[in-house]
């Protein structure tokens, strides 16, 4: 019998689904001892009083109470986490996934791109935080201010930061899901008559949806 190229997409993905606990074991493993378990850690320490892990006494949302009715520093620092993380969230990922569609479309030099892109991310924070004060600081310096003259702008420096070093990265993830979509599928979908904007809509961001949300959460941690 004539084996068609749907069987065979088929039994590969059986056969890697067979193997998918296997190579995902070491991330799992990674994701639990640096992450997960000491997110549990904290979330319990956060109910406890403690000098040291190892003596934490229980007294319940004592702290909490404290944190939002005694301290104002504790609540500013809280709105502008959250307001941080929005922001970050939105634009990290609208770039991310523009660039991405770009350097999916086979443009000439598209892998020298995919590196310049990705070269910010492996700069550490303490250096990029530095490299940007001094940028930012340099173009404040003819208005005689620097970035500490207003929250605004430490807070605008903080978003260039964090787009400049981590859009590279959620390209490469976004990349990934783009490529995963079948072109037998978006082929059709234009033999249907659906156009550029169509295919974005209907294909392309609700099968990229999975990135968005891995994107999200690395971005959060």
């Known amino acids: ?26 991330t799992l493993l990674a994701f639990l001892v640096a992450f997960l378990i000491p997110f549990i ?9 403690f000098t040291t892990v190892t003596d934490a006494q229980f007294v319940g949302f004592s702290n909490y109470i404290a944190a939002f ?3 104002n520093n504790f609540l500013n620092a809280l709105w502008f986490t959250v307001k941080f993380a929005v922001v970050a969230i939105i634009t990290i990922n609208l770039f991310s996934f523009l660039l991405a569609l770009a350097l999916t479309q086979g ?16 700069i550490g924070g303490i250096v990029l935080g530095y490299i940007w004060q001094l940028i930012i600081n340099g173009i404040l310096l003819p208005f005689s201010a620097d970035i500490t003259l207003n929250a605004n702008y430490g807070f605008l420096g903080l978003i260039v930061l ?22 037998q599928l978006i082929e059709a979908a234009k033999i249907d008559g659906a156009g550029t904007a169509q295919v974005l809509w209907k294909i392309t ?7 968005f949300t891995i994107c999200s959460f690395l971005t959060l941690t």
Do not use: C
């Not at 850690?41 to 009083?49: A, K, P, Q, R, V």
């Not at 590279?168 to 072109?183: E, L, Q, R």
């Open 1 to 26: 019998t004539e084996v068609t190229i749907f069987d065979f997409d088929k039994d590969m993905y059986k056969h890697l689904k067979r193997y998918f606990p296997i190579f995902a074991l070491p």
């Open 41 to 49: 850690l904290g979330i319990y320490l956060s109910f406890t009083e």
């Open 69 to 71: 009715t005694e301290d």
């Open 107 to 122: 443009l000439k030099g598209t892998n020298l791109f995919r590196a310049v892109f990705f070269m910010p991310n492996l």
């Open 162 to 183: 964090t787009n400049w070093q981590m859009i590279g990265y959620m390209m490469v993830i976004y990349i990934a899901g783009i490529n995963n979509i079948s072109p």
């Open 205 to 211: 961001l609700p099968l990229t949806m999975p990135a």
